[in-house]
């Protein structure tokens, strides 16, 4: 069946622009999750999505960062008046529920802030 | 909250020879461990987990320990072939659902 799908796969902006970013989980999946991918680094934790449950936000770095999740199902992360250390991948993830851990990844978003 | 250390940040190794990662976790409440691979331009996928409550788990050539005591896992490879190049990340998932924190990754280089 069909993967986790994110889009764009690419985007390059300007510093000050606000950017969106789609992730269509896995039908079926309850669970989401985004995390950010600097060169050379770890995957850093931004937001958790379980169901109907409030979202764990914990890991948003900045106020300039929101996510949302509509019908359960696509989820869009929101980035405003864009800075250059926002450059990164970011990575969309899901899982069938919050039993069944298994993260399945899509393939990303390279974010470039010029 | 969580923090995860990985090491070391690269390793090569000869075919055939064995590898070992470690990532100790700060957060004693923690009670999931997975591990990633990540191939060059590719996406993380899973390739083994073990939870609190086990102390080893293998699958064919891949194995991880648990030492809860000490706070740390351990990822082994062995008889290594150049299909293993990737970067391994290994996970720590505390008392809450969902929060997965990361190590840094490991770059795994397999030499024939």
């Known amino acids: 069946g069909a993967g986790v799908s994110q889009s764009p796969s690419n985007k390059v902006t300007e510093k000050g622009k606000d950017v969106e970013l789609r992730c269509d989980p896995i039908?079926?999946?309850?669970?989401l999750y985004w995390y950010r991918q600097s060169l050379g680094q770890g995957l850093e934790f931004l937001i958790y999505?379980?169901?109907?449950?409030?979202?764990?936000k914990s890991g948003l770095p900045s106020d300039r960062f929101s996510a949302e999740r509509t019908g359960g199902s696509v989820s869009t992360l929101t980035i405003q008046r864009t800075q250059q250390e926002d450059s990164a991948v970011y990575l969309c993830?899901?899982?069938?529920?919050?039993?069944?851990?298994?993260?399945?990844f899509g393939s990303g978003t390279q974010l470039s802030v010029l | 909250g969580e923090n995860v250390e990985q090491h070391p940040s690269t390793l090569s190794v000869q075919e055939g020879d064995s590898a070992v990662i470690k990532c100790t976790y700060s957060?004693?409440?923690?009670?999931?461990f997975p591990w990633y691979k990540q191939e060059l331009g590719k996406r993380p996928q899973l390739i083994i987990d073990?939870?609190?409550?086990?102390g080893e788990k293998k699958d064919q050539r891949i194995a991880v320990t648990l030492n809860k005591t000490a706070k740390h896992f351990s990822l082994h490879i062995t008889e290594t072939q150049p299909e293993d190049s990737a970067v391994y990340f290994c996970?720590?998932?505390?008392?809450?659902?969902?929060?997965?924190?990361f190590g840094a990754g490991t770059q795994v280089v397999v030499t024939p």
């Open positions: 993830a899901s899982s069938p529920d919050r039993f069944n851990e298994k993260l399945f």
């Open positions: 039908s079926g999946h309850t669970a």
């Open positions: 999505f379980q169901g109907n449950s409030a979202p764990d």
């Open positions: 957060d004693s409440a923690s009670n999931y």
């Open positions: 073990i939870r609190s409550n086990v």
């Open positions: 996970a720590a998932r505390g008392s809450g659902w969902g929060k997965f924190q």
